[in-house]
T-cell receptor, first 115, second 112 residues
């Protein structure tokens, strides 16, 4: 149980385009999902907390107009990287809360490369 | 806000040895402490967690200890195997505040 999927697993795009990443909880309802960014050999950096039916809460320094988050249902949250630039290239991982108040389960991640 | 420090950054052991990774946290209100294992290019996977109402928790070869007074917690892996090689992250959070604050990670290498 507590499976989280993420799509796509890899994406290559041109600078200036937008990219949408989906995060789904497959066997549970997730009222809260989280979006992280991870640089090579570094820790997970929380970008935003996504609550179903309400606006996302962004961490300090994260541009909400650049990283659009939508949590339209209890099983789906999306992250859209708008007007992507090479510096946005990174590993993006989502997680979802299940059952226990704090337990988070992670998706497999999306590797974004902006050319 | 919460700050989590993790040591060591790298740890090399021989197969069969024990490995210990330590984390300290700053916010005394934190009460949930999970540990995640991340293999290269893969998702972090929860391996064990502990809440502040207990001092120790064990699951087969893995154990976690918590010292609330000193605000530190540790991961202990006994009888290490090559497949234990990965990056391990500790984290801390408060009930009701939802978000996890992660440590910087420890790269564990178990040599056959």
């Amino acid at each position: 149980g507590a499976v989280v999927s993420q799509h796509p697993s890899r994406v290559i795009c041109k600078s200036g385009t937008s990219v949408k990443i989906e995060c789904r909880s497959l066997d549970f309802q997730a009222t809260t999902m989280f979006w992280y960014r991870q640089f090579p050999k570094k820790s997970l950096m929380l970008m935003a907390t996504s609550n179903e039916g309400s606006k996302a809460t962004y961490e300090q320094g994260v541009e909400k107009d650049k990283f659009l988050i939508n949590h339209a249902s209890l099983t789906l949250s999306t992250l859209t990287v708008t007007s992507a630039h090479p510096e946005d290239s990174s590993f993006y991982i989502c997680s979802a809360r299940s059952g226990a108040p704090e337990t988070q389960y992670f998706g497999p991640g999306t590797r974004l490369l902006v050319l | 806000g919460e700050n989590v420090e993790q040591h060591p950054s790298t740890l090399s052991v021989q197969e069969g040895d024990s490995a210990v990774i330590k984390c300290t946290y700053s916010d005394s209100a934190s009460n949930y402490f999970p540990w995640y294992k991340q293999e290269l290019g893969k998702r972090p996977q929860l391996i064990i967690d502990i809440r502040s109402n207990v001092g120790e928790k064990k699951d087969q070869r893995i154990a976690v200890t918590l010292n609330k007074t000193a605000k530190h917690f540790s991961l202990h892996i006994t009888e290490t195997q090559p497949e234990d090689s990965a990056v391990y992250f500790c984290a801390a959070s408060q009930t009701g505040f939802q978000k996890l604050v992660f440590g910087t990670g420890t790269r564990l290498l178990v040599s056959p």
